[in-house]
Protein backbone atom coordinates (compact mmCIF):
# COMPACT_ATOMS: atom_id res chain seq x y z
CA UNK A 1 0.00 0.00 0.00
CA UNK A 2 1.27 3.31 -1.47
CA UNK A 3 1.62 5.86 1.54
CA UNK A 4 2.07 9.73 1.55
CA UNK A 5 2.93 10.71 5.00
CA UNK A 6 2.71 14.57 5.98
CA UNK A 7 4.56 16.23 8.74
CA UNK A 8 3.97 18.20 10.57
CA UNK A 9 0.41 17.10 11.25
CA UNK A 10 -0.49 20.61 12.98
CA UNK A 11 1.68 23.94 12.99
CA UNK A 12 0.92 26.93 14.86
CA UNK A 13 3.35 30.19 14.25
CA UNK A 14 3.72 34.08 14.20
CA UNK A 15 3.00 35.89 11.63
CA UNK A 16 6.44 36.72 10.07
CA UNK A 17 8.01 33.93 10.78
CA UNK A 18 9.07 31.23 8.09
CA UNK A 19 8.04 27.22 8.24
CA UNK A 20 8.87 24.00 6.27
CA UNK A 21 6.14 21.25 6.12
CA UNK A 22 6.92 17.72 4.32
CA UNK A 23 5.50 15.12 2.22
CA UNK A 24 7.97 11.82 2.31
CA UNK A 25 6.93 8.42 0.74
CA UNK A 26 8.88 4.81 0.42
CA UNK A 27 7.39 4.91 -2.89
CA UNK A 28 8.14 6.78 -6.58
CA UNK A 29 5.39 9.37 -7.55
CA UNK A 30 5.23 10.41 -11.48
CA UNK A 31 4.20 13.57 -9.86
CA UNK A 32 3.42 15.24 -6.79
CA UNK A 33 0.22 18.29 -6.38
CA UNK A 34 0.09 20.66 -3.23
CA UNK A 35 -3.15 21.70 -2.48
CA UNK A 36 -4.34 23.96 -0.10
CA UNK A 37 -7.77 24.21 1.54
CA UNK A 38 -9.71 26.91 4.05
CA UNK A 39 -12.39 26.07 5.93
CA UNK A 40 -15.77 25.93 4.55
CA UNK A 41 -13.93 24.90 1.27
CA UNK A 42 -12.73 22.46 -1.33
CA UNK A 43 -8.63 21.68 -1.67
CA UNK A 44 -7.11 24.08 -4.55
CA UNK A 45 -4.34 22.78 -6.29
CA UNK A 46 -1.26 25.18 -5.78
CA UNK A 47 1.28 23.75 -7.96
CA UNK A 48 2.70 20.35 -9.45
CA UNK A 49 6.21 18.78 -9.34
CA UNK A 50 7.82 16.41 -12.02
CA UNK A 51 10.91 16.13 -12.19
CA UNK A 52 13.30 14.66 -9.39
CA UNK A 53 14.89 17.88 -8.15
CA UNK A 54 12.20 20.30 -9.58
CA UNK A 55 11.82 23.96 -7.64
CA UNK A 56 8.87 25.80 -7.91
CA UNK A 57 8.09 29.14 -6.64
CA UNK A 58 4.40 30.84 -5.79
CA UNK A 59 5.62 34.30 -4.54
CA UNK A 60 6.35 33.34 -1.04
CA UNK A 61 5.67 29.44 -1.17
CA UNK A 62 8.79 27.35 -2.49
CA UNK A 63 8.07 23.70 -3.56
CA UNK A 64 10.29 21.29 -3.96
CA UNK A 65 10.42 17.34 -5.57
CA UNK A 66 12.98 15.35 -4.23
CA UNK A 67 15.72 13.77 -6.80
CA UNK A 68 14.32 10.11 -6.32
CA UNK A 69 10.41 11.81 -6.63
CA UNK A 70 9.60 10.36 -3.51
CA UNK A 71 9.68 13.33 -1.10
CA UNK A 72 8.67 17.13 -1.16
CA UNK A 73 8.27 20.26 0.47
CA UNK A 74 6.86 23.24 0.89
CA UNK A 75 8.45 26.28 2.40
CA UNK A 76 7.02 29.52 2.96
CA UNK A 77 8.44 32.90 3.89
CA UNK A 78 7.52 35.15 6.10
CA UNK A 79 4.08 33.70 6.44
CA UNK A 80 0.83 35.76 6.70
CA UNK A 81 -2.44 35.01 8.71
CA UNK A 82 -4.09 34.62 4.63
CA UNK A 83 -1.30 31.28 4.52
CA UNK A 84 -3.18 29.64 7.64
CA UNK A 85 -5.23 26.48 6.33
CA UNK A 86 -4.45 22.55 5.37
CA UNK A 87 -1.98 22.25 3.15
CA UNK A 88 -1.99 18.57 1.53
CA UNK A 89 0.02 16.70 -0.56
CA UNK A 90 -1.08 14.64 -3.34
CA UNK A 91 1.12 11.64 -5.70
CA UNK A 92 0.12 10.35 -9.09
CA UNK A 93 0.98 6.52 -8.90
CA UNK A 94 0.58 4.77 -11.92
CA UNK A 95 -2.91 2.64 -12.20
CA UNK A 96 -3.54 0.53 -15.21
CA UNK A 97 -2.24 2.49 -18.11
CA UNK A 98 -3.07 5.94 -16.28
CA UNK A 99 -2.37 7.58 -12.91
CA UNK A 100 -4.13 7.61 -9.40
CA UNK A 101 -3.49 10.16 -6.52
CA UNK A 102 -2.23 9.05 -2.98
CA UNK A 103 -3.13 11.57 -0.98
CA UNK A 104 -1.55 12.36 2.61
CA UNK A 105 -3.76 13.17 5.77
CA UNK A 106 -2.42 17.04 5.25
CA UNK A 107 -0.80 19.92 7.44
CA UNK A 108 -2.77 22.13 9.62
CA UNK A 109 -0.98 25.21 9.41
CA UNK A 110 -2.29 28.81 11.43
CA UNK A 111 -0.22 31.57 11.10
CA UNK A 112 -1.05 34.02 13.98
CA UNK A 113 -1.19 38.43 13.40
CA UNK B 1 -17.26 29.20 -15.41
CA UNK B 2 -19.28 27.50 -12.89
CA UNK B 3 -17.36 26.27 -10.17
CA UNK B 4 -17.83 22.29 -8.80
CA UNK B 5 -21.63 22.72 -6.82
CA UNK B 6 -22.26 19.98 -4.12
CA UNK B 7 -25.48 19.42 -2.45
CA UNK B 8 -27.14 19.90 0.03
CA UNK B 9 -24.16 21.39 1.65
CA UNK B 10 -25.07 20.20 5.25
CA UNK B 11 -27.04 17.18 6.54
CA UNK B 12 -28.27 15.76 9.34
CA UNK B 13 -29.04 12.14 9.36
CA UNK B 14 -29.96 8.85 11.81
CA UNK B 15 -28.28 6.01 11.79
CA UNK B 16 -30.14 3.46 9.31
CA UNK B 17 -30.77 5.83 7.02
CA UNK B 18 -29.73 6.19 3.84
CA UNK B 19 -28.50 9.45 1.82
CA UNK B 20 -27.76 10.76 -1.43
CA UNK B 21 -25.37 13.49 -2.22
CA UNK B 22 -25.25 15.38 -5.74
CA UNK B 23 -22.18 16.95 -7.51
CA UNK B 24 -22.34 18.95 -10.66
CA UNK B 25 -18.66 18.85 -12.08
CA UNK B 26 -17.19 22.08 -14.30
CA UNK B 27 -19.13 22.42 -17.57
CA UNK B 28 -16.73 20.25 -19.88
CA UNK B 29 -15.31 17.97 -17.13
CA UNK B 30 -15.81 14.54 -17.22
CA UNK B 31 -14.00 12.90 -14.69
CA UNK B 32 -15.93 13.23 -11.08
CA UNK B 33 -14.26 11.66 -8.32
CA UNK B 34 -15.58 11.49 -4.45
CA UNK B 35 -13.79 11.70 -1.01
CA UNK B 36 -14.26 11.00 2.12
CA UNK B 37 -12.67 13.36 4.52
CA UNK B 38 -12.27 13.59 8.58
CA UNK B 39 -9.96 15.09 10.64
CA UNK B 40 -6.73 13.49 10.91
CA UNK B 41 -7.27 11.53 8.21
CA UNK B 42 -7.57 13.48 4.94
CA UNK B 43 -8.99 12.93 2.31
CA UNK B 44 -10.43 9.12 1.70
CA UNK B 45 -10.44 8.13 -1.87
CA UNK B 46 -14.29 6.66 -2.31
CA UNK B 47 -14.72 6.37 -6.28
CA UNK B 48 -13.67 7.96 -9.24
CA UNK B 49 -16.31 8.53 -12.85
CA UNK B 50 -15.75 9.04 -16.21
CA UNK B 51 -17.82 9.03 -18.75
CA UNK B 52 -20.64 7.62 -16.90
CA UNK B 53 -18.18 4.57 -15.89
CA UNK B 54 -16.02 3.64 -12.49
CA UNK B 55 -12.73 3.82 -13.32
CA UNK B 56 -11.66 3.56 -9.79
CA UNK B 57 -13.01 2.54 -6.22
CA UNK B 58 -11.17 3.06 -2.94
CA UNK B 59 -11.11 1.04 -0.10
CA UNK B 60 -14.54 1.54 1.60
CA UNK B 61 -17.92 -1.05 2.30
CA UNK B 62 -20.71 -1.39 -0.52
CA UNK B 63 -22.74 0.65 1.36
CA UNK B 64 -21.26 3.26 -0.15
CA UNK B 65 -22.48 3.72 -4.13
CA UNK B 66 -21.84 6.13 -7.13
CA UNK B 67 -23.02 6.94 -10.52
CA UNK B 68 -22.64 9.43 -13.15
CA UNK B 69 -25.19 10.87 -15.74
CA UNK B 70 -24.82 11.33 -19.35
CA UNK B 71 -23.90 14.91 -18.59
CA UNK B 72 -21.35 14.45 -16.05
CA UNK B 73 -23.72 15.15 -13.27
CA UNK B 74 -22.62 12.41 -9.82
CA UNK B 75 -24.44 11.20 -7.20
CA UNK B 76 -22.91 9.38 -4.65
CA UNK B 77 -25.33 7.12 -1.90
CA UNK B 78 -24.69 5.41 1.58
CA UNK B 79 -27.35 3.29 2.70
CA UNK B 80 -27.58 2.03 6.39
CA UNK B 81 -25.55 5.12 7.60
CA UNK B 82 -23.05 4.40 10.90
CA UNK B 83 -22.48 6.93 13.12
CA UNK B 84 -18.36 6.97 11.34
CA UNK B 85 -19.96 8.04 7.93
CA UNK B 86 -19.87 11.08 9.70
CA UNK B 87 -17.58 13.56 7.37
CA UNK B 88 -16.74 16.26 4.66
CA UNK B 89 -17.58 14.42 1.07
CA UNK B 90 -16.00 15.98 -1.24
CA UNK B 91 -16.39 15.97 -4.76
CA UNK B 92 -13.78 16.93 -7.60
CA UNK B 93 -14.19 17.15 -11.66
CA UNK B 94 -11.32 17.22 -13.99
CA UNK B 95 -11.13 17.66 -17.79
CA UNK B 96 -9.57 14.16 -18.12
CA UNK B 97 -9.14 10.48 -15.95
CA UNK B 98 -5.86 9.53 -15.16
CA UNK B 99 -3.25 11.99 -16.25
CA UNK B 100 -0.47 12.24 -13.72
CA UNK B 101 -0.65 16.25 -14.17
CA UNK B 102 -4.43 16.39 -13.58
CA UNK B 103 -5.48 19.22 -11.62
CA UNK B 104 -8.55 18.43 -9.56
CA UNK B 105 -11.50 21.15 -9.17
CA UNK B 106 -13.20 20.83 -5.82
CA UNK B 107 -16.33 21.53 -4.74
CA UNK B 108 -17.09 22.93 -1.02
CA UNK B 109 -18.48 19.29 0.42
CA UNK B 110 -21.54 18.22 1.95
CA UNK B 111 -21.00 18.17 5.85
CA UNK B 112 -22.27 14.66 6.74
CA UNK B 113 -23.56 13.89 10.36
CA UNK B 114 -25.35 10.78 11.40
CA UNK B 115 -26.80 10.82 14.79
Known amino acids: TQLLEQSPQFLSIQEGENLTVYCNSS?????LQWYRQEPGEGPVLLVTVVTGGEVKKLKRLTFQFGDARKDSSLHITAAQPGDTGLYLCAGASPFGSNYQLIWGAGTKLIIKP | KAGVTQTPRYLIKTRGQQVTLSCSPI?????VSWYQQTPGQGLQFLFEYFSETQRNKGNFPGRFSGRQFSNSRSEMNVSTLELGDSALYLC??????????????FGPGTRLTVL
Open chain 2, 27 to 31: SGHRS
Open chain 1, 27 to 31: SVFSS
Open chain 2, 92 to 105: ASSVWTGGRNNEQF
